[in-house]
């Protein structure tokens, strides 16, 4: 892979270390593929959501983002 800069792309990476900082790079078609199936086995959103229980509660959600969601509106 050459040093030069990838202007015209649609392969674009998003890397995330917190919410407040982030860095958005295009890339090639070779690496992004290269990262994409490198990344494939950790990532959940293809699949379909896990139900979650609250043990505490014994409430069930559709998924870890619903249980999240209740517990930041609990302010817990």
């Given at each position: 892979?050459?040093?030069?800069?990838?202007?015209?792309?649609?392969?674009?990476?998003r890397?995330?270390?917190?919410?407040?900082?982030?860095?958005?790079?295009?890339?090639?078609?070779?690496?992004?593929?290269?990262?994409?199936?490198?990344?494939?086995?950790?990532?959940?959103?293809?699949?379909?959501?896990?139900?979650?229980?609250?043990?505490?509660?014994?409430?069930?959600?559709?998924?870890a983002?619903?249980?999240?969601?209740?517990?930041?509106?609990?302010?817990?």
């Open positions: 892979m050459t040093n030069e800069k990838i202007t015209k792309t649609p392969y674009i990476i890397l995330t270390i917190n919410e407040k900082n982030s860095e958005t790079y295009r890339v090639s078609k070779d690496l992004f593929i290269t990262i994409k199936n490198i990344i494939k086995p950790y990532q959940s959103f293809k699949n379909k959501p896990k139900k979650v229980k609250c043990i505490e509660t014994g409430e069930i959600f559709e998924n983002k619903d249980a999240n969601d209740m517990l930041i509106q609990k302010g817990i």
